[in-house]
């Protein structure tokens, strides 16, 4: 299987763009590591950071809570082999087993970009497969698209399709109709060129 990891910036107070990955996360529901990077900085301070997650109701193993946290430091490597480690733990103690032949596909948005020359989002598939070609569905905002083009979520390679844990932009949105950041979407398989239409009636019977 594939883990997703979200960079969740060291804080020196928490970044809007971490309540942002927070609010995605509870309302996924899904299970979470915080990694805390940056501890080499000499202003990091991993306590207070812990205390400030109190504010959002993310409280640490280390305090009494659910939520793994693991200071790391990416540019010397500290940590990391910790960080694995806890990651692991956490992913045996789950059943990770997906449907891959799940209809639509259903994946959640993390990030939106809509500057004009570079429209894109970042979704993290849950279940079935969405590939280069499909149909995605928004039905909280009653728009589809077909997906054109397709990356790795740091944008290093083209790839041709996302199962369940994946992390992959998507390309092919217009700049006026991006679904909203933790909305979910919907994949819709193009093999036998039917999910044009099959997205469109998604869209209608899950109106509002």
Aim: aromatic share 4%; charged share 25%.
């Amino acid at each position: 299987g594939f883990i997703t990891c979200v960079n969740m910036p060291m804080c020196v107070g928490i970044k809007p763009q971490t309540v942002e990955c927070i609010k995605i996360l509870k309302n996924s529901r899904v299970p979470f590591v915080v990694a805390l990077n940056k501890i080499d900085l000499p202003k990091a301070d991993v306590d207070r950071c812990i205390e400030d997650f109190l504010d959002y109701d993310i409280e640490a193993t280390d305090i009494g809570g659910a939520v793994p946290f693991v200071p790391i430091s990416a540019l010397r490597g500290s940590n990391i082999s910790q960080l694995m480690t806890m990651v692991k733990t956490v992913t045996d103690s789950l059943d990770l087993e997906k449907d891959l032949t799940v209809q639509p596909a259903e994946a959640i948005v993390f990030d939106v970009q809509n500057d004009p020359r570079h429209v894109q989002m970042t979704v993290v598939v849950n279940e079935g497969v969405v590939r280069k070609g499909d149909q995605i569905a928004s039905p909280e905002l009653g728009i589809q698209a077909k997906i054109t083009k397709m990356v790795s979520s740091d944008g290093s390679e083209s790839v041709t399709r996302a199962q369940p844990g994946d992390a992959v932009r998507l390309h092919g949105f217009n700049p006026e109709s991006l679904p909203i950041l933790g909305s979910t979407v919907y994949g819709f398989s193009n093999a036998k060129r039917l999910a044009k239409r099959d997205a469109r009636n998604y869209l209608i019977q899950n109106k509002d």
